[in-house]
């Protein structure tokens, strides 16, 4: 459970932050415009519809059925690339407070070792500065993808994706809740909008995606070295209509 405050001098002045992001239960991640060309390199790309909001958002999937990330083994990260939305914590940016973040006095990630977050007389340090820059940089991102996703919504290009994963025993898991974009629609579109996408950078974001959901196989790989029951057989769909 979180428990957000502002980042305060005097309260926080003892507290330290473990190198270590806390990723270990991680499910997903949301992701950069930027970060598509990397990320597909590990992970299924998809859209996740916002609970509060309703908007897509675009994230990284790390996990099949279990409550744990499947690239962190070892108390190490075992992928190409680590999204950035995934180490921001335990900051937030706050431009009502005196430092500019807010802090998640909850997270496993403060403590009384590692790098303190203030001098002894009670300067930021570099640790501070550098939180928010990449808050900042990933919080642009983001935004830059969001437009994008905001885009294909606009255009009707957005489709369910259904994920169904067969055990050995026969009954099925499937994964509720993830989007991708229609192959048909996309094709339907007329030239002046696919021109513009195109000067965008939109169509061949939107290649990435679609070519990234053969990384969910790569996933069932993941499960099964896990030592969790195994996923014999993988269904992949991207409801076009």
Same mark, same amino acid.
């Given at each position: 459970?979180?428990?957000?405050?502002?980042?305060?001098?005097?309260?926080?002045?003892?507290?330290?932050?473990?190198?270590?992001?806390?990723?270990?239960?991680?499910?997903?991640?949301?992701?950069?415009?930027?970060?598509?060309?990397?990320?597909?390199?590990?992970?299924?790309?998809?859209?996740?519809?916002?609970?509060?909001?309703?908007?897509?958002?675009?994230?990284?999937?790390?996990?099949?059925?279990?409550?744990?990330?499947?690239?962190?083994?070892?108390?190490?990260?075992?992928?190409?690339?680590?999204?950035?939305?995934?180490?921001?914590?335990?900051?937030?940016?706050?431009?009502?407070?005196?430092?500019?973040?807010?802090?998640?006095?909850?997270?496993?990630?403060?403590?009384?070792?590692?790098?303190?977050?203030?001098?002894?007389?009670?300067?930021?340090?570099?640790?501070?500065?550098?939180?928010?820059?990449?808050?900042?940089?990933?919080?642009?991102?983001?935004?830059?993808?969001?437009?994008?996703?905001?885009?294909?919504?606009?255009?009707?290009?957005?489709?369910?994706?259904?994920?169904?994963?067969?055990?050995?025993?026969?009954?099925?898991? =499937? %994964? /509720?809740? *993830?989007?991708? !974009?229609?192959?048909?629609?996309?094709?339907?579109?007329?030239? +002046?909008?696919? @021109?513009?996408?195109?000067?965008?950078?939109?169509?061949?974001?939107?290649?990435?995606?679609?070519?990234?959901?053969? =990384? %969910? /196989?790569? *996933?069932?790989? !993941?499960?099964?070295?896990?030592?969790?029951?195994?996923?014999? +057989?993988?269904? @992949?769909?991207?409801?076009?209509?």
């Amino acid at each position: 459970m979180t428990k957000i405050a502002a980042l305060d001098r005097a309260r926080h002045a003892a507290l330290r932050l473990r190198p270590t992001p806390d990723v270990e239960r991680m499910r997903y991640a949301l992701i950069g415009l930027s970060e598509l060309t990397m990320a597909c390199a590990d992970f299924p790309i998809c859209l996740a519809k916002d609970a509060h909001t309703g908007r897509f958002n675009l994230i990284a999937l790390f996990s099949l059925e279990e409550p744990r990330n499947l690239f962190w083994l070892a108390q190490r990260w075992q992928a190409t690339y680590l999204p950035q939305a995934a180490v921001t914590a335990p900051f937030l940016l706050d431009a009502n407070t005196e430092l500019g973040l807010a802090i998640d006095e909850n997270s496993p990630r403060l403590g009384h070792e590692g790098s303190p977050l203030f001098e002894a007389d009670g300067r930021p340090t570099a640790v501070l500065s550098e939180a928010r820059a990449r808050l900042q940089r990933v919080t642009s991102d983001v935004a830059d993808a969001q437009v994008m996703v905001d885009r294909f919504a606009e255009l009707r290009l957005i489709r369910p994706l259904t994920v169904i994963l067969t055990r050995k025993n026969g009954t099925e898991h =499937q %994964i /509720e809740g *993830l989007y991708s !974009l229609g192959s048909n629609a996309l094709a339907a579109l007329g030239d +002046d909008v696919i @021109v513009t996408l195109y000067r965008l950078g939109y169509i061949a974001a939107a290649s990435i995606m679609r070519a990234s959901l053969s =990384q %969910i /196989e790569r *996933l069932r790989q !993941l499960h099964n070295l896990s030592g969790t029951e195994p996923f014999t +057989d993988l269904r @992949v769909q991207v409801l076009e209509n």
